[in-house]
């Protein structure tokens, strides 16, 4: 325990100086000195309960359509009707069971199967970000999913200037707030399911956009 106080005890230090050399007549130092405490705080609360990924059930999808739910595997079919049903014979989508009390470890698991999942937009807390690096919490798309990490790229509401050939513009992003965003193909990265703000709201983009991205990759040559 020594050796963890005698560091608990030198960051200290070094936070208060940080804080103390904060020029609180410049509104940039000042921000800048609020979102590094406010990620810490932040990322010492995921490093506590880093075993936990909770889901409230309000993220899962009210409906599903026929489309979406023909694409899932049979198991994953099987799965989705014991919490998803057609009320009329006739109706080309399933509805989630309002009368279900969902666990978390199914709403994660439905999660995983409805919404986490490529051509899907969610917030992402990216973190402290440290010179030109891109950091905060913003919405971001799912390109690739690898276990509990998933390849996104974020979105960004600033039009580049100048507009490169790594750039990629974003019309409509559904269910989220009408507006142009962009996206920049050199900030994709993997990131944990344990950065997702499960309490905001996810969208979709249109195929067209997946496209868009797998050119500029090819023309910009990333790898």
């Keep these: 325990m020594s050796g963890i106080h005698e560091i608990f005890f030198k960051t200290q230090k070094r936070l208060i100086a940080f804080i103390e050399h904060t020029d609180l007549t410049d509104s940039d130092d000042v ?21 936990d ?3 409230p059930q309000t ?7 026929n489309y979406q739910y023909g694409k899932l595997n049979p198991d994953e079919q099987t799965y989705i009707r014991g919490f998803y049903r057609r009320i009329k014979q006739s109706d080309n989508f399933l509805t989630l069971d309002g009368t279900l009390t969902i666990s978390n470890e199914d709403c994660l698991n439905l999660a995983k199967i409805l919404v986490l999942i490529r051509g899907y937009v969610v ?3 990216f973190g402290f970000n440290i010179g030109k690096e891109f950091g905060g919490k913003h919405p971001a798309l799912i390109l690739r999913v690898a276990g509990d990490n ?6 960004s509401s ?13 019309d ?9 965003r962009w996206i920049n193909i050199h900030r994709i990265r993997p990131i944990d399911l344990k950065r997702i703000d499960f309490t905001s709201t ?15 990759i090819q023309v910009a040559g990333v790898r």
Excluded: C
């Design 158 to 170: 600033q039009t580049p200037d100048p507009i490169k050939d790594y750039h990629v513009k974003v």
């Design 53 to 55: 990924i909770i889901v």
């Design 31 to 51: 921000s800048r000195t609020l979102g590094y405490l406010e990620w810490i705080d932040k990322k010492t609360k995921l490093i506590q309960n880093e075993n």
């Design 202 to 216: 996810y969208g979709t983009v249109k195929g067209t956009v997946l496209n868009s991205i797998s050119s500029a």
């Design 59 to 65: 993220f899962l999808p009210t409906k599903i359509t």
């Design 172 to 180: 409509k992003v559904y269910r989220f707030q009408p507006m142009t």
């Design 150 to 155: 998933l390849i996104v790229v974020p979105l």
């Design 123 to 125: 917030w992402v807390e």
